[in-house]
């Protein structure tokens, strides 16, 4: 497969598991609130704002997972601290769906960097 509709697959289904898939999880989940429960994961799209310590802001072959500070495995631990609260669970379903969200785009950099190049 070529490498730019591989790039152009991991940008679709990367977004779609950002905003998406949080709406299914929120269906299955939270059905009586799902709408409200789906906007919460969905904010928590919030968590790349410590991409904006980084530079460059943005790098597409950078791993988030372990490089910014809110994608360390440390925040992970307070997230996953957070689905014991009911008043905090879905924002940590959200945050740490976000984070397995991110860390699928890793393993997606990491394929289409070890492809040979086709000239």
């Keep these: 497969m070529e490498v730019q509709v591989l790039k152009l697959l991991q940008f679709l289904i990367h977004y779609g598991l950002h905003f998406l898939a949080p709406g299914l999880?929120?269906?299955?989940?939270?059905?009586k609130n799902w709408k409200k429960?789906?906007?919460l994961m969905?904010?928590?799209?919030?968590?790349?704002?410590?991409?904006?310590?980084?530079?460059?802001i943005f790098d597409p072959k950078r791993c988030?997972?372990?490089f910014h500070p809110l994608h360390t495995w440390p925040a992970m631990l307070v997230?996953?601290?957070m689905l014991c609260f009911p008043k905090t669970?879905?924002?940590?379903l959200g945050l740490?769906?976000?984070m397995l969200?991110?860390?699928?785009?890793?393993?997606w950099n990491a394929y289409i960097r070890s492809l040979p190049i086709v000239k």
């Design 25 to 31: 999880i929120a269906y299955i989940f939270f059905r």
């Design 37 to 39: 429960a789906w906007l």
């Design 42 to 56: 969905a904010l928590t799209i919030l968590v790349d704002l410590d991409h904006l310590l980084a530079d460059p």
């Design 64 to 66: 988030s997972i372990g």
């Design 79 to 81: 997230y996953a601290l």
């Design 89 to 92: 669970r879905i924002v940590g």
């Design 96 to 98: 740490l769906f976000h």
């Design 101 to 107: 969200t991110d860390y699928q785009d890793c393993i």
